[in-house]
């Protein structure tokens, strides 16, 4: 079966699509979320060394990983709309970008309740943790430059190049533990394997998937508000509002 | 969860206040959206 994906590209179309996939994608976080909390919480062994303050690293490491996952596909969509001159591609951009600067937030936060009892302080100028709160301010330009205009299409493209200048900053987060002596530790998990004891990884795998499904329920709930924002004064949008 | 449970607490409390804000946050954007449809739509109709 070919797929014809400008069909899909139209914001009436995608509207609808989005509107169906967003309660799944909502119910699957939650019950992942749900398996991952448990395993975390309950299934997992206390830490040797950290003893049950690690137990915070089940939200942190996730959150980094979406914080970082999130800027890059937002990008994409930035690039793509720069591109092609899609409206879609911008406006799912735009409906990211929120999200990711709440886990890039939540990431900052737990790596600080995390760092108190561990290293004995809330914050450090460190390398992976100063280029994260980098990574959080990109969020907020992004935002801040995507509203600053009166026309909606030249703030997506102004905000769009502002994603692209800062995906510099994705492999200097990723990069920062190898290449500066930092306070943070390296990756526990690799693409190559990891040195974590199978529980803890399998809780920690599980609020990955939690928070990726939510990240694509969140922004396919807010693409539906900013294509009925745009496309308001389209007979298709008046209709829907009447019903 | 002790000695540290003010820490961990601390931050499953703060994930979950992000998460609960971020959805009643796009709630109401879709409401306010709906409303200004219709708002604009009834300006239509007095014209």
Known sequence: ?243 | MKPHEFYIWMSYGMTALALAAELVALRLRRSRSLRRIEEERDLEAQD
Request: one cysteine or more; charged letters at 10%; proline letters at 3%.
């Open chain 1, 1 to 243: 079966m070919k797929l014809n994906w400008f069909y899909f590209a139209s914001p009436s179309t995608f509207y609808r699509l989005a509107g169906r996939m967003a309660p799944v994608f909502f119910a699957l976080a939650a019950l992942l979320g749900a398996a991952g909390l448990y395993v975390g919480l309950v299934v997992a062994p206390t830490d040797a060394q950290q003893g049950e303050v690690y137990r915070i690293i089940f939200i942190h490491v996730p959150a980094s990983w979406m914080s970082m996952f999130i800027y890059f596909v937002m990008a994409c969509y930035g690039g793509v709309s720069l591109t092609f001159n899609t409206r879609l591609a911008a406006m799912m951009a735009r409906a990211l970008a929120p999200t990711g600067a709440m886990f890039t937030f939540v990431a900052l936060w737990t790596g600080s309740f995390w760092g108190r009892p561990t290293w004995g302080t809330y914050w450090v100028w460190d390398a992976r943790i100063t280029s994260e709160l980098v990574l959080l301010f990109l969020y907020f330009g992004f935002i801040a430059l995507a509203n600053a205009f009166e026309d909606p299409r030249r703030g997506d493209r102004a905000a769009a190049l502002l994603a692209l200048i800062g995906l510099v900053n994705l492999p200097i987060i990723y990069f920062s533990v190898l290449w500066w002596n930092t306070l943070h530790q390296g990756s526990s998990v690799k693409f190559t394997g990891t040195t974590m004891q199978v529980q803890m990884l399998w809780g920690m795998l599980l609020m990955a998937l939690s928070f990726w499904m939510y990240s694509l329920g969140a922004s396919l709930t807010r693409v539906r508000a900013i294509i009925l924002e745009r496309e308001r004064r389209t007979h298709w949008v008046r209709e829907l509002a009447t019903t």
